[in-house]
């Protein structure tokens, strides 16, 4: 019971501090605006490097995120946490760039492709691991970012319903959907997980 | 699957798949097999904290200096009137030099009498008035280079304003540039600069994304919203359009001259 207590007098101070800085920022001030940053950073570079892949183009995308995210903080209600709607503006540029470059890709050769592959971590078996991205990058684009943000990224199903716009429950079955698709897809090596 | 599920899954927000709503059946070793691997996918390097914040603090100040018209090329809203004015007034001046100057041919081919070949026509004009007449096309080049402009301007604007913009005056601002652009860009497309086939095609997609922008413009844009013009702005490439427009076609061939 105090624990609880605690917490929600923690999360409460936290929010506290969130507005204070929120409204520091509107009205232009810089070391707001880095304080911000600082703080919410790291996690929209892992995001977008988790969804992507690729460096440069992480870097890119979490920029473009501050940028609109700055642009538009009059727009920020506080009705959720300003973390979750930087997730939302993140996944949304995020999304939109990949839809954009697999049209390219559909017309270009696929050097990203090669890229992408030649950047990733080693791994015991590369075969396998390559296979398992393949079928990761084959899954509907909704359910692979509901995949990779759960099981690669930890976010809960709560924060992604909050960042996607959907309920924790389309989040639970989308998850259980791509499991279910890249089971189907690594079928052959499922001695891999079957004892 | 709850009805709920059902339409966030079908809500064209996001791509789930045909079979969006098929409940699939679990596999724990799976999943516990594949939630091990998944950590390992696409791993994140340290996150170059430094130099995108100077990248960020570069494009903020980019666009501050855009609003405050101190980018050349780039002309803030404040001006839109003032320069919306000396287009029209350059496509007029315009056309009306082209007529007079068309017509002075006329009376000069008639004056030359019918054995007059062809090619004489030409030469038989007046070189001050054959001068006068090349005037309108670099005219309409520049009344074009303007509107592209500003049409970068504003395009880029509507990008920055983000997904989370709920502010009913922002929508309306940028909703009442793009009727500047639109009417500028219509103009365009009705005088002699429309016949230009590299431009009118662009012409008529701008024409199109303006369009959209001012539709919309009445109430804060919600994702759906933003998506549609986003979708129109990718699948007709309309920036980078504009972007080559602008140096290569048009700002180039007019300083040129």
Redesign the interface.
């Known amino acids: 019971m105090e624990t609880e207590r605690t917490l929600s007098l923690e999360r409460a101070h936290q929010l506290a501090d969130q507005r204070a800085l929120i409204e520091r920022v509107r009205q232009g001030d810089p070391s707001a605006h880095?304080a911000l940053?600082?703080t919410h950073?790291?996690r929209i570079?892992?995001l977008t490097?988790?969804?992507?892949?690729l460096?440069h183009l992480?870097?890119e995308l979490?920029?473009d995120t501050?940028?609109?995210?700055?642009?538009?903080i009059?727009?920020?209600?506080g009705d959720s946490a300003f973390g979750t709607?930087l997730h939302?503006?993140a996944v949304?540029v995020t999304?939109?760039e990949l839809?954009?470059r697999k049209?390219e890709r559909a017309r270009d050769a696929p050097l990203e492709d090669a890229l992408a592959l030649t950047q990733?971590?080693p791994?015991s078996d590369p075969l396998l691991?390559e296979k398992?991205?393949a079928a990761?990058n084959d899954?509907?684009?909704?359910?692979r970012?509901v995949?990779?943000m759960h099981?690669?990224e930890?976010f809960t199903h709560e924060e992604i319903a909050a960042a996607?716009?959907?309920?924790a429950?389309?989040s639970k079955?989308?998850l259980?959907?791509a499991?279910?698709?890249?089971?189907i897809a690594l079928a052959e090596f499922a001695e891999?997980?079957?004892? | 699957?709850?009805d709920?599920?059902k339409n966030?899954?079908n809500d064209n927000?996001?791509?789930?798949?045909v079979d969006?709503d098929?409940?699939?059946?679990?596999?724990p070793?799976?999943?516990?097999?594949?939630?091990k691997?998944?950590?390992?996918?696409?791993?994140?390097?340290a996150?170059?904290?430094q130099?995108?914040?100077e990248?960020?603090q570069a494009?903020?100040k980019t666009?501050r200096d855009a609003q405050a018209g101190l980018l050349p090329g780039v002309t803030p809203l404040r001006r839109n009137w003032r320069l919306m004015s000396v287009i029209a007034a350059a496509l007029l001046l315009g056309v009306a030099i082209d007529r007079l100057a068309l017509r002075r041919a006329d009376d000069a081919r008639v004056a030359a009498g019918p054995t007059s070949s062809p090619g004489s026509r030409v030469a038989s004009v007046p070189a001050t008035n054959r001068d006068t007449a090349a005037d309108p096309a670099r005219l309409y080049r520049m009344a074009a280079a303007q509107t592209l402009t500003q049409a970068e301007a504003l395009l880029t604007a509507y990008r920055?304003?983000?997904?989370?913009?709920?502010?009913p005056s922002?929508s309306r601002q940028l909703g009442s540039w793009g009727r500047e652009v639109l009417s500028s860009t219509r103009l365009l497309l009705d005088s002699p600069a429309g016949n230009d086939p590299q431009l009118r095609p662009l012409l008529d997609d701008l024409e199109l994304v303006l369009v959209q922008i001012i539709e919309l413009s009445g109430a804060?844009l919600d994702?759906s919203d933003r998506a549609l013009i986003?979708r129109a702005l990718?699948d007709r490439n309309l920036l980078p359009r504009i972007r080559t427009a602008v140096p290569a076609n048009v700002a180039v061939t007019t300083s040129s001259e």
Not at chain 1, 179 to 183: A, P, T
Not at chain 1, 192 to 195: A, T
Not at chain 2, 13 to 17: I, P
Not at chain 2, 37 to 45: D, E, K, S
């Open positions: 880095r940053y600082e950073v790291e570079y892992r490097y988790r969804l992507t892949g460096e992480a870097r979490t920029q501050f940028v609109r995210a700055f642009g538009s009059d727009g920020f209600r709607w939302t503006i949304s999304l939109n839809k954009r049209r990733s971590e791994y691991r398992l991205m990761v899954l509907p684009e909704g359910c970012t995949f990779m099981d690669s930890g996607l716009g959907v309920t429950g389309t079955a989308q259980a959907r499991r279910g698709k890249l089971r891999e997980w079957k004892p | 699957m709850t709920d599920n966030d899954v927000r996001y791509d789930f798949g969006a098929v409940v699939s059946q679990s596999d070793r799976f999943d516990a097999w594949v939630a691997m998944a950590p390992t996918l696409n791993v994140p390097n996150a170059p904290r130099e995108m914040w990248a960020i494009a903020r666009s920055a304003s983000g997904v989370g913009e709920r502010n922002a804060p994702e986003d990718q």
